[in-house]
């Protein structure tokens, strides 16, 4: 099974940086996922991580410890427009294709 | 650009309806997912297909059934049901290290 932990809520004022952390558990591995979900939206895929270090990518870098289970999402130079939730996901090894979320982290972006 | 649709934004059924729920992706992708979204619980997996007829179930198939009779179609189908299947329902199909949802159906079941 998979078990993936990140923060609920967090709060970050404009123009500053927020690091959102994921933890997981898996039986396997394959690689780990950031999505951005707007209220009343679809998730938007953001980053993929399958081997250790950081992924920049514009404003936003995502980092990856497998021996660590553990990834966050770093949002530099925060928009209001940032504020939303974000997803980590995970993809195990067994073949299964699809991927297990966490329950999202709620960023609310302040003036 | 991918484009995934889902055949309704809102619905409203009642206990004991049948319910199908739509998901056409334009991208050929083989793989095709059905999740239901709830405060806290996150996107959990019901449903999948990696190819036309061929489905998988997921974390919590109980209630739903799958149809998968052409590459670009997935259908989610409720055969009675139940208030607490009251939920977002999203569907993806994915290419590579990628997924891409579809905007979501409410569904709401009194």
């Known amino acids: 099974g998979q078990n993936i932990d990140q923060p609920t809520e967090m709060t970050a004022t404009e123009g500053a940086i927020v690091q959102i952390n994921c933890t997981y558990q898996t039986s396997g591995f394959n690689g780990l996922f950031w999505y951005q979900q707007h209220a009343g939206e679809a998730p938007t895929f953001l980053s993929y991580?399958?081997?250790?270090g950081l992924e920049e990518k514009g404003r936003f870098s995502s980092f990856l410890s497998r021996s660590k289970g553990y990834s966050y999402l770093l949002l530099k130079e925060l928009q209001m427009k940032d504020s939303a939730s974000y997803l980590c996901a995970v993809r195990d090894s067994t073949g299964r294709r699809a991927l297990t979320f966490g329950s999202g982290t709620r960023l609310q972006v302040q003036p | 650009d991918v484009k995934v649709t889902q055949s309704s934004r809102y619905l409203v059924k009642r206990t004991g309806e049948k319910v199908f729920l739509e998901c056409v992706q334009d991208?050929?992708?083989?793989?095709m997912f059905w999740y239901r979204q709830d405060p806290g619980l996150g996107l959990r997996l019901i449903y999948f297909?990696?190819?036309?007829?061929?489905?998988e179930k997921g974390d919590i198939p109980e209630g739903y059934s799958v149809s998968r009779e052409k590459k670009e179609r997935f259908s989610l189908i409720l055969e009675s049901a139940s208030t607490n299947q009251t939920s977002m329902y999203l569907c993806?199909?994915?290419?590579?290290?990628?997924?891409?949802f579809g905007p979501g159906t409410r569904l709401t079941v009194l």
């Open positions: 991580n399958v081997l250790d």
């Open positions: 991208m050929d992708h083989e793989n």
């Open positions: 993806a199909s994915r290419i590579s290290n990628e997924q891409f």
């Open positions: 297909s990696y190819d036309v007829k061929m489905k």
